[in-house]
């Protein structure tokens, strides 16, 4: 029996995570449609799930704008393409757990069995300090849902178009959190539902691109807070300028990938130019 739901993604990378997305949640009755950001879908997809053809890698968030104009059902599940249903009854369980007007996360676990953070609490300055001199502390809390992960948020579709989708100033990374609050300044929910669980094996839908991913999570970060928090934006941004410059020095002779990354967020941060992703994979 089908659902009243499109199961949507963004493909980059990796065919076999592909093929185990449209396997799993074909078999759960809902539609399936992926936007290509790569140029490299494997073949006998389409028998299984629509595919919008490569056009440009335009990152998570344009890749899923694209994917929901093209649904047409009236609830949308957005996902990454290494979030996959534990079986048909969770998905089942969060669609009667859902209500028009909510952005709503479920439970997710790894492929070790531990919790996955698919939930956080909103940044703050105290937090982009607390960086300067040591690894990002998680925004991850159980008992805080002030945003979901953008690997699993259902939604109704024209909620989804009523917020205008996410933003095209996040290449990746901050693009669900800007979405989330966005979203409740214009009235709608973020809920969750503990009741359905899905699997994440988070970051094997792609290429860990180090370079990409730090000069991407560092520009979000900034973005993020020129948007919701204004006043502290100008203080984040010399956080941000002196974290680059300290990791620069500390990875200049020791890790290239990392130090280009570095490097690349801090030129996007002085210059205001978001970082720019990779092509189709095959270029």
Request: glycine share 10%; charged share 20%.
């Given at each position: 029996?089908?659902?009243?739901?499109?199961?949507?993604?963004?493909?980059?990378?990796?065919?076999?995570?592909?093929?185990?997305?449209?396997?799993?949640?074909?078999g759960?009755?809902?539609a399936?449609?992926?936007?290509?950001?790569?140029?490299?879908?494997?073949?006998?997809?389409?028998?299984?799930?629509?595919?919008?053809?490569?056009?440009?890698?335009?990152?998570?968030?344009?890749?899923?704008?694209?994917?929901?104009?093209?649904?047409?059902?009236?609830?949308?599940?957005?996902?990454?393409?290494?979030?996959?249903?534990?079986?048909?009854?969770?998905?089942?369980?969060?669609?009667?757990?859902?209500?028009?007007?909510?952005?709503?996360?479920?439970?997710?676990?790894d492929?070790?069995?531990?919790?996955?953070?698919?939930?956080?609490?909103?940044?703050?300055?105290?937090?982009?300090?607390?960086?300067?001199?040591?690894?990002?502390?998680?925004?991850?809390?159980?008992?805080?849902?002030?945003?979901?992960?953008g690997?699993?948020?259902?939604?109704?579709?024209?909620?989804?178009?009523?917020?205008?989708?996410?933003?095209?100033?996040?290449?990746?990374?901050?693009?669900?959190?800007?979405?989330?609050?966005?979203?409740?300044?214009?009235?709608m929910?973020?809920?969750?539902?503990?009741?359905?669980?899905?699997?994440?094996?988070?970051?094997?839908?792609?290429?860990?691109?180090?370079?990409?991913?730090?000069?991407?999570?560092?520009?979000?970060?900034?973005?993020?807070?020129?948007?919701?928090?204004?006043?502290?934006?100008?203080?984040?941004?010399?956080?941000?300028?002196?974290?680059?410059?300290?990791?620069?020095?500390?990875?200049?002779?020791?890790?290239?990938r990392?130090?280009?990354?570095?490097?690349?967020?801090?030129?996007?941060?002085?210059?205001?130019?978001?970082?720019?992703?990779?092509?189709?994979?095959?270029?």
């Amino acid at each position: 029996m089908s659902l009243p739901i499109t199961v949507v993604t963004v493909a980059f990378g990796n065919p076999d995570v592909v093929r185990e997305w449209v396997r799993k949640w074909s078999g759960t009755g809902a539609a399936c449609l992926i936007a290509d950001n790569g140029n490299l879908i494997p073949r006998g997809i389409n028998s299984y799930a629509k595919v919008l053809p490569f056009i440009s890698n335009n990152g998570f968030g344009g890749g899923i704008n694209r994917a929901v104009q093209e649904a047409d059902s009236p609830v949308v599940l957005i996902t990454n393409p290494d979030t996959l249903p534990e079986n048909k009854e969770s998905l089942e369980i969060l669609l009667d757990y859902h209500a028009r007007g909510n952005l709503t996360g479920a439970s997710t676990v790894d492929s070790t069995g531990g919790e996955g953070h698919s939930t956080g609490v909103w940044p703050d300055k105290s937090w982009v300090k607390s960086q300067i001199f040591k690894p990002a502390e998680s925004l991850w809390n159980r008992d805080h849902t002030d945003w979901l992960q953008g690997s699993l948020i259902m939604i109704h579709r024209d909620d989804f178009l009523k917020t205008g989708g996410f933003s095209n100033r996040y290449p990746l990374f901050f693009e669900d959190v800007d979405f989330c609050a966005r979203a409740e300044k214009q009235g709608m929910n973020v809920d969750f539902c503990r009741g359905g669980r899905f699997l994440h094996d988070e970051g094997s839908g792609s290429n860990r691109v180090t370079a990409t991913r730090l000069s991407c999570f560092h520009w979000g970060m900034l973005e993020f807070f020129r948007n919701h928090d204004s006043v502290n934006a100008d203080a984040v941004r010399k956080m941000i300028i002196t974290k680059c410059i300290l990791r620069l020095s500390a990875y200049a002779a020791v890790n290239p990938r990392a130090f280009t990354g570095y490097y690349r967020a801090l030129q996007s941060v002085l210059t205001g130019v978001p970082p720019k992703l990779p092509g189709a994979l095959n270029d």
